[in-house]
Structures are given as C-alpha cells and as structure tokens.
C-alpha cells in the first residue's frame, strides 16, 4: 500500500518529525498499480530545510540528480527582466572550493556525464548525471557551486551573449512569437505574462560589475536551503546515498525570509477578446486561454491530466477526429497552466490547416459543441478508469523517468506525489471535473489566432509580433456558440488498450536468431522479458530495386511513403493515445514500418497496415493534389526548411545514395501519374526483400504470425531481389556544397570521413567524441559566442564513421563558422598532445563502461535493428568496439587524428547554409571554388564507393573491407 506514516491523518505531523530529527525513512510513494519495480525511496529532510528524495535502483548505469530552487522568473526584479535565467547561467562558473568556470562540466565530461538546467515561472531546476562511482566527487562539486557560487564579473558578458545568443535562437519560433503577444494582451502589471528569458536588451542598462552585483544580491535574497528539493537516483544504496546528502548539502545556506514583491491581483480587463496576430505568409494557428479558479489542491483527482485527456482523444466521434476529418486541423493540445494560484488558465493549442485557418470561428464553435457533451451528464468512472490505465502503463514502461519532475513534484506536493504525480489518482471526482469543463465558454475566453491576411496595429515588444485585441461583445460571443453537434458524441472505449492484465511471460534476455520462414524474408527474433517490460517491437524493411531505379521512381516512392503515412494517420493516433506506436519512414530502395507496444495491439496494428499496403489506392484527383504539393515543396524548400535541417539532409544525400538531388526529384515528379505509381507497387511486390526484426515481450510464434502476415499481404510471388546501397567514399580534401535559407540564422557542417567499416575505426571516432565534443561547445559556444546550436557528434553511414561538426549562428555567416571548426580541428592536436596520459585512460575507461554497459529493452531493440539493417550477421558490435577501445594507445591515436582531420589525406565535406542575414565573402568565395559540388549526381558517379549488397552471405565489416 501507500506510505502514510500510520494514517492520512497524521502524515503532516509525520512530516514533522521527519524535519525536526533529520532521520531518513523508507517511503513507499504513489505509483501506477500496473508497475512491478525493484527500486527503493527513502525521504528525509535537512536541517536547513532541504527536501531530500533518494531512489536505490540497481539497473542504472548511470547516477541521476536534480536540484530544484522553488525561485524563477516571478521572483525577476522589474528592472532586470530575465535575472532568474542569467543566474541559472552564471551558478556554475566557479565557486569557492573550485573557482575553474569549467570544473563541473569537465568533471563530467571525463566520467560519462552531462549537465543541464531550466528556469520557469516559479521554479529554476539544475540536472546533471554521471557514472555512479564518480557520484560523489560530482557532487562536492555541484553542492559547492549551489552554496558558494563566485558569481565573477569575469563571464558577465560572456553569459550576456549566451542568454541573447539563445534569444535570438527563439525569436522566430511560432510559439514564441505567438504567447509573447498573448502575454500583452491577456492581463497587465502581472509577472506571468512579463518576459522571463532575458536578452542584450533587458540587461543594458547595467555594467557587467554592476549586474554581477545585482545577480549575487538576487541569489543571497532567494536562494535558501528549505525552497529547494534534491533527489539523487542511482544504483547505490539508499543508506550511501543519503550520506552523501547530508555531507555534501549541509552547507546550503538558509535565508531570512523576505517579503514577496509587491504583486497587484491578476486583472482579466481583456476577457473574452480575440487577439489576431501573423506570424509569416503561410502559418494558421490558434490558442485558447480559459482562466480558472485555483485547482492545484485537488491534485490527487488528477484533473489537469484527466481533462486534457478527454479533450486530446483521437478516437472517433471526438473532436480531434472531427477537426481531422473536416480539414480543419490535425488535432488539440491542452495544457493547465496553474504556476500562479491567482492566474490560472486552460491553454488550447490548435495547428490549423488551411481550411481550418480561414473558418476558425468554426473551430473554436467545434470545441463548444464537444465540452457541451462531455459536461451533459456526469463523467462516467469506466471512462476515468480507462485514462488511469493508459497513464500507468505509461509511466511504468514507456516514460523514462524524469528526475527534473521529481524535484518539482518533491517540492509542490511532497514524496508521496514526487514520484508519478498525474499518473495515479486517488480518488474520482466528477463535480471537480464538471466545473473546470464549465470555465470552456466564450464569455470567458481569449482566442488567440494567426493568419497570414491579418492587418494589425500593434508589435509585442519582445518578439515583434504583430497583433490587435478586441474585446468580445455579447452578440461576438454567441458567434462563437455551437450551431449543432456536428456528428460528434463521448468516444467508445479505444480497442489497442489491451483488454486484461499485460501478460509478461519468463525472465529472457536471447540475442537474436534467424527464423526460417518466406524466401523474400530475412527474419530475425529475440524475447527479453528480464526487465520486466510488456513490450514488442516489430521492425519491417521493405524494399525493392525499383523504388530508386530512377529518379522518377524515387520520386513515387517519395509519394507513396507519405500517401500512406496520411491513410494510417488515424488508425496511428488512436493506437499511440494507448501506447501503441507506428513510424513509418523512407528508407533507400523503400519504407521501413516500425511498430511498438503492447503484443495484441502491435498485432492490430500491424494488420491494418498491411491491408492498406495491400489494397493502395487513392483518388487520382487527390493523388495529383499531394504530388502538386511536393512539387511545390521542393521548389521552396530552403524557404520552409530549418538550416539545419537543410545541413543534415544535404550530407546524407551526399554521403548515401541512391539519393536523388531536390531538382532531380522535381524532374521526376513531374513524370510521376498515378497510373504509374499503381505499376510501380505492382513491380515492388513482385521484386520485395524483406527484413523484418521481432523483439521484447513476444513468443516466437507470435513472430513467425507476422511474419507469415506480411508474406501473405504483400508479397505477390518468391524472387531473390539483390538491394543495393552506397557509401561515398570522399575525395581527399575538402568538398564543399552551398545552399541558402530565408531563416536569419547560418549553419555549418564539417563531417569528417573515415577510411573503414572496422571495429579499430569506429573505436577511434568513438573515443574522439568523449574527449572533443565538450572541448568544441566550450571554445565556440561558450568562449567565443558564436551560436547556441554547437556540438560534435560521431556519426555512421552503413558502419563507415565519421564526425560532424555542426554550428548554427545568429552572428556568423557559414563561411566564418567552417573557417573556426577548422581551426578547431587544427588546434585540438596540441590538446591531444598536451593531455596527460591518466586523462587519456580516463576517456577510454568511460567510452568502455559505456559501451558494456547493459541496455534498456528500447535501446537494444534498436541497437540490433540497425545492425539488422546495416548488414551484420551477428551481433554484439559495442562489444567489439569496446575491446577495439582497449587496444588505443596515445602516441598511435595522435597519428590517427593527424590523418584524419589535419593532413592532405583527410576527406571532408563541409556543408555551408548561408541565412538571410548573412553574406559569404565573396573572395573567399572564388578561392575555394574549386572545391564547390555542383553536380550530385556527377559528384556520384565520378568518385569510389563502398557498395552493400542485400541479403548478404558475409557480413557487413567483411564485405566493405574487401573494397
């Protein structure tokens, strides 16, 4: 049962004691009734007030904390907007015991571990894990940082850039932009809607000595021991764990406590009022503000989760399939927004299409209609117990566990609720839930709403929003009534919510096996049930050589994968309301189906995939309309597309072929009828290879079941199709492609090719990115401000490694950013060189912990499907990789990195995305135009390869090896 000391009665003055003495108690907090774990909570509480939660679990390979500070952006000074986010920068920089700016982050680096931190309305939490045995020193660190900060002047400006680096970064996201105007127009002189992230001009007014004093004065004021929560999960004993607290968190200083800013009552003058505002020539948008009284007291009836529930369903007759089926929009997303007691709200996001964009008034009269059922009659408790259901087998087996929210709950609602607070319910209160749907009306509603043919009056002041805010009249207000109820009623129940217990069969961890069944099919299975998980995975690669033959044909394919994706879009909503997930993704010479969930509706799923594969057939009005689309998309693609985006899908069609440029796929589109798609998946079951992958909590007659599916599906008759992929093997030097966006910002990507499939290779790039990565974002990012997007990351086409280097930069043209990474690449051999041989086994023994260490069912699944579909005939490549680590030496590995990154055999391709704000030397640019790409397709056929072979008879490192 539920830990509540002896009674609920007298839990409070449990909590007392607990406080009063400092003792530790074994608790055993709320979880989902469909959870059977092995980990053990224990609560105690400091005698300066910290909250501590410590959670023992033994199959962790990595140590896990969180500190939240119950202080955020409310607590900003007037004049200094942003304070709780720069101090959230500036908290880490060097504190009395270690005044290196950098001494967490490189503690971490070396052992496996990384950093983070948030700052919201009311609360500013800092994350960070590590490998378990390096768990204390990493918090002596941490602890020191949190109780005696320098806050130094020094990096002032440094984090003045950061934060506006960041800004801008943010500055033309839609939702940004969009509650930036909201905030102006829904209430005044409140701090839920001032700006709270800071940038260059929200500190202007201050000197860097000046603001550091403001920022040391605003910490020693808010930051105090008994507004904070701590919890620590890691494999270690609870007892060790709780030591560890108590020695390193002592110190935490306790404040005075201080009055609260002067804060008038929140004024609701501009409700109901609609707000129109344009975001660019093309967005449709909507969001729904509904104030409500205070609800955060009644979190155990779990109303904000049940209510959003409700509202977000896809199953039919519900508004989200409504909207879906009148072209309206894609669905809703609802959130409660109750971080102040006296400004509450319901938020309603609505991702309009076009249809739905220019009837929104239809919309929101839709969303009246479908609360005015759900509120008709009391909520039934079946409906209630079938939301409680999905939301614990979600939490206990498909959320990894979020120790950030843990912290948060720890300090909003205590231990009890720390754990899975909106996962599991105590009681069932339908009044409750009743009165919140009655605040869903127009009379108290602020509807926010963009298009592009909006003439407006107004700017936001901070991300220069155009808008204009009208006030509601009753007669504007009955517009917005329901006119019928639109062939809308409550949902059934959703048939891929398994009927009974989940059926969790043995305690299995097999590797995978071949099975012997269809020709075309190269099928693998493995059952791993040791971790207790209900889940399946199935993996489908379907593929032929005439999917792209050409570029017409790949011009097909490209419409087939997303015709098919939008006839499944339904059936797929429904099934991942309950858990059940289906991704379908483009693959060279075909589409890959990725199902995962519970084992029956995996099968449910899967059925009505393949009858849909089976039976393809669209309207050739609609098919033409969608093939119209790509056309047009293509066309403005560096318009619509992230330049990172662009940067990524540059270099993999570079790298990996077949692959077909933008223009080339618009040529073939052209020619792309729908009679010709029908004979193209004709050809495509005549000639498929199949590989297919089945995993987790599933028999393997279950497997052999769908595999005997497809077969029966979709394969028209028994062939040997041989499928072929490609590895450029770059030229010596540096070739370089240019494109060009309509975002401000520019990106650039170094990749950085190696020379083989082998293990020793992929060991070196692996080891590289341990020591390197974190030195790349401190120098670029950090030091020199040059962007807030800057990592370096290995990375594999068809298990040839490599490195990527990327930046993306609101100060920069791409030019300047390859210009540094280059200098970068140069300057990191003296590191190499420099680095003290203990260091260098320091990184080795991380990236081989790493490597060894056992993998949640997720990953695995995921590690060996891409083995599968990379060729391998046997499996354990981490393994091997690790011992290839074993076996790196310092003097050998410096003659590997001067090979590969600094000498004349190094092969590189840089990727250089020139924003809208920026400009290209154009000197520079005639310098290097010899090594510009001008033809991919030439590029392609002029330059060595490495050609894979599908199905194989040896395996994937034996047969690249041998080219």
Not at 10 to 28: G, H, P, Q, T
Not at 526 to 550: H, I, Q, W
Not at 632 to 649: G, N, S
Request: hydrophobic residues 35%; charged residues 25%.
């Amino acid at each position: 049962m539920f830990f509540r000391c002896i009674t609920h009665f007298i839990y409070l003055s449990c909590a007392l004691v607990l406080s009063a003495s400092a003792y530790a108690e074994e608790i055993n907090p709320l979880l989902p009734k469909e959870c059977e774990q092995s980990k053990q909570y224990s609560y105690l509480k400091l005698d300066n007030g910290l909250k501590v939660l410590t959670i023992s679990d033994p199959s962790l390979n990595k140590a896990n904390i969180s500190l939240e500070a119950s202080v955020g952006t409310q607590q900003d000074p007037q004049d200094i907007l942003g304070m709780a986010h720069f101090l959230e920068h500036m908290l880490f920089l060097g504190s009395e015991k270690y005044p290196e700016a950098d001494a967490l982050q490189t503690y971490l680096a070396k052992h496996g571990g990384s950093t983070n931190a948030s700052t919201d309305y009311n609360a500013t939490n800092y994350y960070f894990d590590v490998e378990p045995q390096h768990l204390e020193g990493a918090l002596d660190l941490f602890a020191d940082a949190m109780s005696a900060p320098t806050l130094d002047s020094t990096y002032v400006g440094r984090e003045r850039n950061a934060i506006q680096a960041e800004y801008q970064y943010r500055k033309d996201m839609l939702y940004w932009r969009l509650t930036d105007a909201a905030s102006e127009a829904f209430a005044t002189n409140h701090p839920i809607t001032r700006f709270g992230m800071g940038n260059a001009k929200s500190f202007e007014a201050f000197s860097d000595q000046e603001l550091a004093n403001r920022v040391k004065a605003w910490w020693t004021a808010q930051y105090s021991a008994e507004k904070m929560s701590l919890v620590i999960s890691a494999p270690q004993s609870n007892e060790v764990l709780e030591s560890l607290a108590r020695e390193k968190f002592k110190d935490l200083p306790v404040r005075q406590a201080i009055a609260p800013l002067y804060q008038e009552p929140l004024k609701l003058n501009r409700v109901p009022s609609l707000v129109k505002t344009k975001f660019d020539d093309l967005e449709r948008y909507m969001i729904l503000y509904f104030p409500i009284p205070d609800i955060k007291e009644e979190y155990k009836a779990v109303p904000e989760e049940f209510i959003s529930f409700l509202l977000e369903q896809q199953v039919p007759q519900t508004l989200s399939s409504n909207l879906r089926g009148y072209s309206y929009a894609q669905g809703v997303s609802v959130r409660f927004n109750t971080d102040d007691p006296g400004a509450s709200r319901i938020e309603i996001y609505i991702n309009l299409h076009y249809k739905g964009g220019e009837q929104y008034w239809d919309v929101i009269r839709r969303l009246m209609a479908y609360v005015d059922i759900l509120k008709k009659e009391p909520l039934e408790e079946w409906r209630f117990n079938e939301f409680q259901k999905a939301r614990g087998l979600q939490w206990c087996y498909f959320n990894d566990f979020n120790i950030a929210n843990a912290a948060h709950n720890l300090n909003l609602y205590g231990p009890d609720y720390a754990v899975a607070k909106g996962y599991v319910a105590e009681k069932f209160n339908p009044s409750l839930y009743q009165k919140i749907l009655e605040a869903i009306r127009p009379d108290n509603m602020m509807a926010i709403v963009t298009h592009p043919d909006f003439v407006l009056s107004k700017e936001s002041k901070w991300f220069n929003t155009p808008y204009s805010v009208s006030m509601l009249t009753p007669s504007e207000q009955k517009h917005y009534l329901p006119k019928e109820s639109y062939y809308m009623a409550r949902p059934p129940t959703n048939p891929f919510l398994p009927k009974g217990k989940v059926q969790i069969s043995g305690n299995i961890s097999a590797s995978p096996e071949l099975l012997s069944t269809h020709q075309n099919i190269k099928a693998w299975y493995g059952k791993n049930t040791k971790a207790g998980s209900p889940l399946a995975y199935y993996f489908v690669l379907l593929r032929s050589p005439e999917m792209d033959e050409d570029r017409r044909n790949a011009a097909l394919t490209q419409l087939f994968w997303n015709l098919l994706r939008k006839k499944l879009e339904h059936q797929t909503l429904i099934a991942e309301e309950v858990n059940t997930d289906l991704s379908i993704e483009r693959q060279k010479n075909g589409i890959a189906l990725h199902f995962h969930g519970y084992p029956e509706s995996v099968e449910l799923l899967l059925s009505q995939t393949l009858e849909e594969i089976k039976t393809f057939r669209v309207k050739e009005r609609r098919y033409e309309g969608y093939r119209y689309g790509w056309l047009e998309y293509l066309k403005k693609y560096t318009e619509e597309a992230h330049p990172l985006t662009v940067a990524q899908e540059t270099t993999d069609s570079v790298i990996y072929t077949p692959s077909y440029s933008r223009s080339d796929l618009a040529k073939g589109m052209q020619g792309a009828s729908y009679s010709r798609m029908i004979n193209l998946l004709e050809d495509f079951k005549d000639n498929l290879h199949v590989a297919s992958f089945a995993y987790g909590n599933v028999e393997q007659v279950q497997a052999e079941t769908w595999n005997k599916m497809v077969a029966d599906a979709i394969i028209n008759k028994e062939s040997s199709p041989q499928i072929r992929e490609y590895v450029m093997r770059m030229p010596k030097g540096i070739t370089r492609v240019f494109e060009e966006s309509e975002f401000t910002d520019s990106v650039s990507l170094v990749y950085v090719q190696g020379a083989s499939a082998s293990y020793e290779e992929r060991a070196h790039f692996e080891l590289l990115e341990k020591m390197l990565s974190e030195s790349f974002f401190k120098e670029l990012r950090t030091e020199k401000q040059l962007g807030y997007v800057v990592h370096a990351t290995s990375n594999n086409y068809l298990n040839i490694p490599g490195m990527k280097f990327n930046m993306q930069s609101p100060v920069s043209g791409p030019d300047k950013l390859e210009k540094e990474t280059l200098n970068f690449m140069k300057n990191f051999l003296e590191t190499l060189i420099a680095m003290p041989e203990k260091d260098f086994n320091i990184f080795k023994s991380t990236l081989i912990t790493e490597l060894n260490a056992d993998k949640e069912l997720e990953e695995k699944a995921y590690e060996y499907w891409k083995e599968i579909k990379n060729g391998s005939l046997d499996f354990g490549s981490h393994i091997r990789t690790a011992e290839a680590v074993k076996n790196i030496n310092k003097e050998n590995f410096i003659s590997w990195y001067k090979l590969r990154f600094t000498s004349p055999e190094s092969r590189l391709l840089s990727v250089l995305v020139e924003g809208d704000s920026h400009n290209i030397n154009s000197k520079w640019m005639s310098q290097v135009s010899n090594t510009k790409l001008d033809s991919l397709e030439k590029f392609q056929n002029t330059n060595e390869k490495w050609v894979l072979v599908s199905p194989q008879s040896e395996s994937t490192e034996m047969m690249l090896s041998k080219q």
